[in-house]
């Protein structure tokens, strides 16, 4: 056997990376492009994107596409300009740190806009359109606040994240057919700018990594290493399934 045996090799693999501009989805581009895909890089803010797709130069085919996913015309472009497609990691989505007593109707919504219709838009476009190639994986970003009360006040996070599991599910056996695959991951915390906003001070996140069996927080590459597991042939019967990468968080 020789030493280029590599079951988990994305080479001559085109993949779509959302929210790549920053965090998880960044992490995600470099490393698929490390692994021999080629990708294509979205997100919204056009200077940190610019800096992700310079570090794609070794990558067979790369792209950088800004878009608003909430936007439906931007939604639209990107689709318009993307190549066919081996597998996409829907990594964009915020998060918002509430009580529900807050959670209004309003707040809900904007919860929702970003982290499940766009990237379930999305996810319908592509298999619509049959830019997803037969064959294709698709990874959702989901998160353990979908199932775990996992921090005080994520209860309108969560529910947008378990909406996306759900669909998940439902997508996995109706491309089944097309036999495009949909899995899912939930991430415990990692960290990225996301949970540096503000809304959790400094001193609670070095509290609250000690509730984590593994003794931190997750880094965006823990994360990628699973969407890259999950877009390889390695994983080829594979589908529906969330993959938890939490440190131990919710055993
Ligand atoms: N960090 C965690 O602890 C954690 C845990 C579980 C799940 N997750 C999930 O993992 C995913 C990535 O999070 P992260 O931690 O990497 O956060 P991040 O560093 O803040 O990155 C978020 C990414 O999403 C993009 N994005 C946000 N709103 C968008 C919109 N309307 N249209 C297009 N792109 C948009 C951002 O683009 P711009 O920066 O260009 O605006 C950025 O690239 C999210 O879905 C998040 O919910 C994170």
């Given at each position: 056997m020789g030493n280029d045996y590599n079951p988990f090799s994305l080479e001559g693999k085109n993949i779509l990376v959302t929210g790549a501009s920053s965090g998880i989805g960044e992490a995600v581009a470099i490393k698929c492009a490390l692994m021999g895909a080629g990708v294509a890089v979205t997100g919204r803010n056009v200077e940190r994107l610019k800096a992700v797709y310079d570090q794609l130069e070794d990558a067979p085919f790369r792209a950088q596409i800004t878009a608003d996913l909430t936007v439906a015309e931007d939604l639209e472009r990107l689709v318009a300009a993307l190549p066919p497609l081996d597998g996409a990691v829907l990594c964009a989505g915020n998060s918002t740190t509430l009580p529900l007593q807050f959670g209004s109707r309003e707040k809900f919504d904007d919860m929702f806009n970003v982290n499940f219709f766009a990237p379930v838009e999305l996810l319908r476009l592509?298999?619509?359109?049959?830019?997803?190639?037969?064959?294709?994986?698709?990874?959702?970003?989901?998160?353990?606040?979908?199932?775990?009360?996992?921090?005080?006040?994520?209860?309108?996070?969560?529910?947008?994240?378990?909406?996306?599991?759900?669909?998940?599910?439902?997508?996995?056996?109706?491309f089944a057919s097309r036999r495009v695959r949909v899995n899912s991951i939930c991430p415990g915390m990692v960290d990225t700018p996301l949970i540096h906003r503000g809304t959790i001070t400094e001193e609670q996140l070095v509290e609250d990594a000690k509730r984590y069996p593994l003794g931190r927080y997750g880094r965006p590459e823990d994360v990628a290493y699973g969407a890259i597991y999950l877009l390889s042939d390695a994983s080829s019967w594979l589908t529906g399934h969330d993959l938890v990468i939490d440190g131990g968080f919710s055993i």
């Open positions: 592509m298999y619509k359109k049959k830019i997803l190639n037969k064959g294709a994986s698709v990874v959702l970003i989901a998160s353990i606040g979908g199932t775990h009360s996992f921090m005080p006040g994520n209860g309108v996070y969560g529910a947008s994240k378990a909406s996306l599991n759900a669909v998940m599910k439902y997508a996995a056996r109706e």
